[in-house]
């Protein structure tokens, strides 16, 4: 299992809120922070493994 960090953005890009993650795969990591945006009052989450941005979505639009 590899530990990742989501990072919950206001509408501002400024960080709301953070979880800390396991997962499998990043895959696996990326289905979750999907999950966890479902369950948040966010705009975007961003997904982190140490110091690399591995995803990004917001709410009206998905990048990676």
Known sequence: MAHY???FLEGTGRIAEFE????ASDEDAV???RERL???NAHAV?????RERL????RATACT
Not at 55 to 58: A, L, R, T
């Open 5 to 7: 960090r989501c990072y």
């Open 20 to 23: 800390d993650i396991e997962a």
């Open 31 to 33: 289905a979750l922070a």
């Open 38 to 40: 479902s369950q948040h």
């Open 46 to 50: 961003e997904l982190w493994q140490g």
């Open 55 to 58: 995803f990004k979505e917001s």
